[in-house]
C-alpha cells in the first residue's frame, strides 16, 4: 500500500465529508491507500464519518476515549500500512487529483519528506485557482537546511506534507499531548532528522480558517495549558537553537520564530490568564535565555517586544488590563 491517511475526528460532523470526499478524488487506486478516521471521543455520532466508512472499503472509522488530537494522531499512526504517511483535518479538505503524483515525486526523489502550498481561506471566500506545476520542485535539502532556507514559506503544519514512513517509524517520534502546537514540535524533530526534503509547487491544501477557531477557543478556555504549550514551543526551538550542529541559517529562523512565540505568548496571557501566570511566563523565559525578546522586523511587533522586554511596565499593563470592566477590554 503506498499512502496511509491520519484524520483525528472530533465533533466536525457538518464538515468530515468535504474532507473524506477529496480524499476519494485522488489519483490513487482505491486499493493503494487507507483513510483512517480517529474518532477522539466526540460528542456527536459522527454520523457521516460512519456512513463513509461503511460505503468505502479504503476508509477505516475508529473510537477512542477523548484525549486530544495528538493522542487521535499517535494512534492513527500506529495503525497506518502505508509507505506514505499523510495528516489531514476533518474541517480542512486537499485539492483534488493531486497525491498520487505528489507521492511519485517523492519517491523518484528518495526523499524523507516532501512539502507542498496550501491556500488558506473563510468559509465565505471565492476558492482561487490552485496552483498545480508537479513538475516545479525544489531541489533536495537536508532537514535543517530546509528549515533555514525553505524554497517556499514554511508552515508548521503538517497537513502540508508527506512523510515516508520507514524514515519516520524507527525515529519513534510522536506528537505530543499538548493544547496548541503539537505539528510545530512533531515537525521540529522530523526536520532535525530528515536527510532528504523537497518542495513540489502545488497547493495540496485547502486550511479553512473560521470564525471561532479551535485555537482561539482554546485561549479562552484553558488560557494557562495555551501558555505551557507555547513554552514548550519556545523551549523545543530554544534547544536546537543551542546545538552546535544546527545550521547558521537554520539557527536564525529559529530565533525569528522563538520570538514571535514569545509575544504570541505574552499577549494572550494578558488576555487570558490572571496576573500571576505572566510573572511566571517571565521566570520561565528567563530560565530558557528567551528572554529578554529578540529582534523583530514587523513595526507593529517590534512595540510589543519593547514593551514586553520592559517587565514592570508589561506587568502594569497587564494589572490595568485586568481592572477594566470586559466591554473595555481588547478584542482577538
Same mark, same amino acid.
Given at each position: 500500500?503506498?499512502?496511509?491517511?491520519?484524520?483525528?475526528?472530533?465533533?466536525?460532523?457538518?464538515?468530515?465529508?468535504?474532507?473524506?470526499?477529496?480524499?476519494?478524488?485522488?489519483?490513487?487506486?482505491?486499493?493503494?491507500?487507507?483513510?483512517?478516521?480517529?474518532?477522539?471521543?466526540?460528542?456527536?455520532?459522527?454520523?457521516?464519518?460512519?456512513?463513509?466508512?461503511?460505503?468505502?472499503?479504503?476508509?477505516?472509522?475508529?473510537?477512542?476515549?477523548?484525549?486530544?488530537?495528538?493522542?487521535?494522531?499517535?494512534?492513527?499512526?500506529? *495503525?497506518?500500512?502505508?509507505?506514505?504517511?499523510? $495528516?489531514? +483535518?476533518? &474541517?480542512? =479538505?486537499?485539492?483534488? /487529483?493531486?497525491?498520487?503524483? !505528489?507521492?511519485?515525486?517523492?519517491?523518484?526523489?528518495?526523499?524523507?519528506?516532501?512539502?507542498?502550498?496550501?491556500?488558506?481561506?473563510?468559509?465565505?471566500?471565492?476558492?482561487?485557482?490552485?496552483?498545480?506545476?508537479?513538475?516545479?520542485?525544489?531541489?533536495?535539502?537536508?532537514?535543517?537546511?530546509?528549515?533555514?532556507?525553505?524554497?517556499?514559506?514554511?508552515?508548521?503544519?503538517?497537513?502540508?506534507?508527506?512523510?515516508?514512513?520507514?524514515?519516520?517509524?524507527?525515529?519513534?517520534?510522536?506528537?505530543?499531548?499538548?493544547?496548541?502546537?503539537?505539528?510545530?514540535?512533531?515537525?521540529?524533530?522530523? *526536520?532535525?532528522?530528515?536527510?532528504?526534503?523537497? $518542495?513540489? +509547487?502545488? &497547493?495540496? =491544501?485547502?486550511?479553512? /480558517?473560521?470564525?471561532?477557531? !479551535?485555537?482561539?477557543?482554546?485561549?479562552?478556555?484553558?488560557?494557562?495549558?495555551?501558555?505551557?504549550?507555547?513554552?514548550?514551543?519556545?523551549?523545543?526551538?530554544?534547544?536546537?537553537?543551542?546545538?552546535?550542529?544546527?545550521?547558521?541559517?537554520?539557527?536564525?529562523?529559529?530565533?525569528?520564530?522563538?520570538?514571535?512565540?514569545?509575544?504570541?505568548?505574552?499577549?494572550?496571557?494578558?488576555?487570558?490568564?490572571?496576573?500571576?501566570?505572566?510573572?511566571?511566563?517571565?521566570?520561565?523565559?528567563?530560565?530558557?535565555?528567551?528572554?529578554?525578546?529578540?529582534?523583530?522586523?514587523?513595526?507593529?511587533?517590534?512595540?510589543?517586544?519593547?514593551?514586553?522586554?520592559?517587565?514592570?511596565?508589561?506587568?502594569?499593563?497587564?494589572?490595568?488590563?485586568?481592572?477594566?470592566?470586559?466591554?473595555?477590554?481588547?478584542?482577538?
Amino acid at each position: 500500500m503506498k499512502l496511509s491517511i491520519v484524520i483525528p475526528y472530533y465533533n466536525t460532523n457538518a464538515l468530515i465529508g468535504r474532507a473524506l470526499d477529496s480524499l476519494l478524488d485522488q489519483d490513487l487506486a482505491p486499493s493503494d491507500y487507507e483513510i483512517i478516521v480517529v474518532d477522539d471521543g466526540s460528542d456527536d455520532e459522527a454520523v457521516v464519518a460512519k456512513d463513509y466508512a461503511r460505503r468505502y472499503p479504503q476508509i477505516s472509522y475508529f473510537r477512542r476515549e477523548h484525549a486530544g488530537v495528538s493522542a487521535a494522531r499517535n494512534f492513527g499512526m500506529s *495503525l497506518a500500512k502505508g509507505e506514505w504517511l499523510y $495528516f489531514c +483535518d476533518s &474541517d480542512d =479538505y486537499l485539492q483534488r /487529483q493531486v497525491l498520487g503524483r !505528489i507521492i511519485a515525486v517523492a519517491e523518484e526523489r528518495g526523499l524523507d519528506m516532501l512539502h507542498a502550498g496550501r491556500l488558506m481561506l473563510r468559509p465565505s471566500d471565492p476558492v482561487p485557482t490552485p496552483r498545480r506545476n508537479f513538475s516545479n520542485v525544489s531541489e533536495t535539502q537536508t532537514g535543517l537546511e530546509y528549515l533555514g532556507n525553505p524554497p517556499y514559506d514554511l508552515t508548521w503544519s503538517m497537513c502540508v506534507c508527506v512523510l515516508r514512513r520507514s524514515f519516520l517509524e524507527p525515529l519513534g517520534l510522536l506528537f505530543e499531548n499538548i493544547s496548541y502546537g503539537e505539528d510545530c514540535l512533531f515537525k521540529l524533530q522530523v *526536520l532535525k532528522h530528515a536527510s532528504k526534503v523537497a $518542495f513540489i +509547487d502545488v &497547493d495540496m =491544501y485547502y486550511y479553512m /480558517q473560521n470564525d471561532v477557531s !479551535i485555537l482561539h477557543s482554546k485561549k479562552q478556555r484553558d488560557g494557562i495549558a495555551f501558555a505551557a504549550a507555547m513554552t514548550r514551543s519556545i523551549e523545543a526551538k530554544t534547544v536546537l537553537i543551542e546545538d552546535p550542529a544546527t545550521p547558521a541559517p537554520a539557527v536564525l529562523s529559529l530565533k525569528a520564530g522563538r520570538v514571535d512565540d514569545t509575544i504570541g505568548l505574552f499577549t494572550n496571557v494578558l488576555r487570558y490568564c490572571p496576573v500571576q501566570e505572566t510573572i511566571d511566563c517571565f521566570s520561565r523565559l528567563e530560565a530558557l535565555g528567551a528572554y529578554p525578546v529578540g529582534e523583530t522586523k514587523s513595526r507593529k511587533s517590534r512595540i510589543v517586544r519593547a514593551l514586553i522586554n520592559r517587565k514592570h511596565l508589561w506587568l502594569f499593563l497587564c494589572r490595568i488590563y485586568h481592572i477594566l470592566p470586559l466591554k473595555l477590554r481588547l478584542r482577538t
